[in-house]
C-alpha cells in the first residue's frame, strides 16, 4: 500500500507565493510520474503539472511561467512552487503519483487535497 501525505496549501493573496509538498510512503519498488492536479467548484479536474521520473516537465498553459514542479527521488517527493498566484488558482489541489509496487505492479494513487485559496 502507498500513501500520499500533502502539505503547504492555504490562503494568500493574489500576486503571492505558496509551495505544496507531497510525500510518498509504503510499498514502493519505483515511481514513475508525479503530479499536481486542481479541481475548483463547478469545474472539472484539471492536471497541473507533472514530471516524469527522468525530470521532463509538463505544464498546463494557465500556469506557465508562474509555477515549478520538482521531484526529490530520494524522498520519494513533489514540490510545486506556485507564484504570481492569482485569484483563479483558486482550487483543491492534489498530488498524484504514477507507482510501481513491484517490478510488475503498477498503481495510481492519489492525495487527500490540500485547498489553495488567492484573494483578490
Known amino acids: 500500500q502507498v500513501q500520499l501525505v500533502e502539505s503547504g496549501g492555504g490562503l494568500v493573496q493574489a500576486g503571492g507565493s505558496l509551495r505544496l509538498s507531497c510525500a510518498a510512503s509504503?510499498?514502493?519498488?519505483?515511481?514513475?510520474?508525479m503530479g499536481w492536479y486542481r479541481q475548483a467548484p463547478g469545474k472539472h479536474r484539471e492536471l497541473v503539472a507533472d514530471i516524469t521520473s527522468g525530470g521532463t516537465t509538463n505544464y498546463v498553459d494557465s500556469v506557465k511561467g508562474r509555477f515549478t514542479i520538482s521531484r526529490d527521488n530520494a524522498k520519494n517527493t513533489v514540490i510545486l512552487q506556485m507564484s504570481s498566484l492569482k485569484p483563479e488558482d483558486t482550487a483543491v489541489y492534489s498530488c498524484?503519483?504514477?507507482?510501481?509496487?513491484?517490478?510488475?505492479?503498477?498503481?495510481?494513487?492519489w492525495g487527500q487535497g490540500t485547498q489553495v485559496t488567492v484573494s483578490s
Open positions: 498524484n503519483v504514477d507507482v510501481m509496487i513491484t517490478r510488475w505492479e503498477r498503481r495510481d494513487v
Open positions: 509504503g510499498s514502493i519498488f519505483s515511481i514513475n510520474a
